[in-house]
């Protein structure tokens, strides 16, 4: 048995999954597997990963028929064998020192069974800027921090295998299924905070939650909402409103984006009226500037 399962879901990735793999093989710490799931892929996918299955004895390449992300993270899971579960997106990678760290911060909360969490870095066309999360404090409500002060992605996370036993991703999500597993995580286990910034994602201008992608802020609002609906008990009045307010103002983005500016107003509106917080004077510079008003604000606040 391996400290480490780490999986990678895979659809039409053979342009980048080598790159993935290396990441893991090149760790420093060694007690791992890897487990591919090709989710129907139709490119050369297999070709690439097949090398590295039969160097490796560690690696494992399990094909299944196209399902999407969730039901391939599942599979995976039901083929892991190690303590600890990571998942590592198959455009993305692990720096070498990544489950070394993990490791130091599982020892650190003696081996506990958990959800564990990483910072990391965004590898963009022109730069590379660090991606760090906030660290859960005690008294801090767990719920709040998973729903909107921490967006812990998959490839971030690391969660003992016990938990999956009961807890899997919810298949018929495709934006936001992580978040919604968290929810029922942090009900009944803790959570951990890795410092290290030991994860790469790269921005190739395609992922599913581009700003744009009004069909992808739509999803992201009705996985909002029923994670509300199947919560509702744990979940106060203020926070319901705050989760809410983030979904309408994430799709109001992606309208204006699309140059629909109406519905970008309306749910600006909305989200202003449902929740007061920090963030509302953004809001409304950019309700300003969907009114195309832009030019009534101070300079430092106009778009050229």
């Known amino acids: 048995m391996a400290f480490f399962s780490i999986i990678i879901p895979a659809y039409n990735r053979g342009f980048c999954i080598g790159n ?3 990441s893991v093989i090149s760790q420093s710490f060694s007690d791992w ?17 097949k090398p590295f299955v039969d160097s490796d004895s560690r690696i494992k ?4 028929k196209n399902a999407e992300r969730s039901a391939a993270r599942n599979n995976g899971i039901d083929h892991a064998n190690g303590t600890f579960v990571c998942f ?10 990544h489950l070394q760290g993990l490791h130091a911060t599982i020892a650190t909360n003696s081996f506990g069974t958990g959800l564990y969490y990483c910072n990391g870095k965004v590898n963009g066309k022109d730069k590379v800027e660090l991606l760090s999360f906030p660290t859960i404090k ?30 899997r991703f919810d298949t018929n999500l495709s934006v936001g299924e992580d978040r919604e597993l968290w929810v029922r995580i942090v009900q009944d286990y803790p959570i951990h905070h890795c410092l290290n910034h030991t ?13 744009a992608n009004i069909n992808s802020a739509k999803k992201n609002l009705q996985t909002s909402k029923l994670i509300i609906s199947r919560n509702e008990k744990h979940l106060s009045k203020a ?6 307010a983030s979904g309408y103002y994430r799709l109001a983005k992606s309208y204006l984006a699309n140059n629909q500016r109406w519905n970008a107003v309306r749910l600006t509106s909305l989200a202003l009226l449902l929740h007061r917080d920090k963030y509302s004077p953004s809001q409304i510079v950019f309700l300003f500037h969907a009114l195309r008003l ?3 604000l101070p300079s430092r606040f106009r778009i050229a």
Do not use: M, W
């Open 239 to 244: 926070l319901i409103n705050r989760v809410l």
């Open 199 to 211: 994860v790469v994602q790269f921005d190739h201008g395609d992922r599913t939650v581009d700003l």
């Open 61 to 64: 390449y399990v094909y299944q």
């Open 20 to 22: 993935a793999i290396e």
């Open 138 to 167: 005690p008294g801090d409500n767990p719920f709040e921090f998973v729903l909107c002060d921490s967006a812990i992605a998959t490839s971030f996370a690391c969660v003992s295998r016990k938990i999956l036993e009961t807890h």
């Open 33 to 49: 597997e890897l487990i591919v799931i090709d989710d129907g892929s139709t490119d050369n996918t297999p070709e690439i990963v």
């Open 294 to 296: 832009g030019f009534l």
């Open 88 to 97: 590592l997106d198959s455009d993305d990678i692990f720096e070498s020192s």
